[in-house]
T-cell receptor
Framework: AQTVTQSQPEMSVQEAETVTLSCTYDTSESDYYLFWYKQPPSRQMILVIR??????QNATENRFSVNFQKAAKSFSLKISDSQLGDAAMYFC????????????FGGGTRLMVKP | GAGVSQSPSNKVTEKGKDVELRCDPI?????LYWYRQSLGQGLEFLIY????????KSGLPSDRFSAERTGGSVSTLTIQRTQQEDSAVYLC???????????FGPGTRLTVT
């Protein structure tokens, strides 16, 4: 079975600074996607960024980028120029493309942004 | 267009009662997923629909939980004889068939007293 681990229950960052959230996963599959989701207090899960396992290039979306280390099964999220609106729970998620496409989530990291 | 909607937003029920949670997916999305988010168990997969059929029910925690989907659209998650450990946020997501992005609804917060 696949597992996703986020070892940082809470992180804090100063506004305008950079923060990195960690995620490791375990799988024997080769065809999968990895995701970072943001969940603000409204509960709505919002996709931040995704990475296809077959792609070597790290995904980037504006201020958000990932460091995907496939051999190490590591998938960290870097948030640059942090903003107050970035404060939320962040979940790392794994999806096996050959088994129904359901998501397996990590335990989450609560990010606080200090003004 | 409209996103995934869920109703009710919040539900308080007494232990032993049955509850129904509803999910309206994005129009045209053939895949629908239910997840549960609780303090003790984190975010866990419950059940997956492709059209009206559920090829994967592996995440349903007990036989008190059931779900159906009609017309390839609306889905209902039913919990019978609710227990306090059923208290959680129930999230629904939908997507096109295949490895496409899942769009989440705002969830239903269920509290069993």
């Amino acid at each position: 079975a696949q597992t996703v681990t986020q070892s940082q229950p809470e992180m804090s960052v100063q506004e305008a600074e950079t923060v990195t959230l960690s995620c490791t996963y375990d799988t024997s599959e080769s065809d999968y996607y990895l995701f970072w989701y943001k969940q603000p207090p409204s509960r709505q899960m919002i996709l931040v960024i995704r990475q296809e396992a077959y792609k070597q290039q790290n995904a980037t979306e504006n201020r958000f980028s990932v460091n995907f280390q496939k051999a190490a099964k590591s998938f960290s999220l870097k948030i640059s120029d942090s903003q107050l609106g970035d404060a939320a729970m962040y979940f790392c998620a794994y999806r096996n493309n050959n088994a129904g496409n359901m998501l397996t989530f990590g335990g989450g990291t609560r990010l606080m942004v200090k003004p | 267009g409209a996103g995934v909607s869920q109703s009710p937003s919040n539900k308080v029920t007494e232990k032993g009662k049955d509850v129904e949670l509803r999910c309206d997916p994005i129009s045209g999305h053939t895949a629908l997923y239910w997840y549960r988010q609780s303090l003790g168990q984190g975010l866990e997969f419950l059940i997956y629909f492709q059209g009206n059929s559920a090829p994967d029910k592996s995440g349903l925690p007990s036989d008190r939980f059931s779900a159906e989907r009609t017309g390839g659209s609306v889905s209902t998650l039913t919990i019978q004889r609710t227990q306090q450990e059923d208290s959680a946020v129930y999230l629904c997501a939908s997507s096109f068939r295949g490895p496409y992005e899942q769009y989440f609804g705002p969830g239903t917060r269920l509290t069993v007293t």
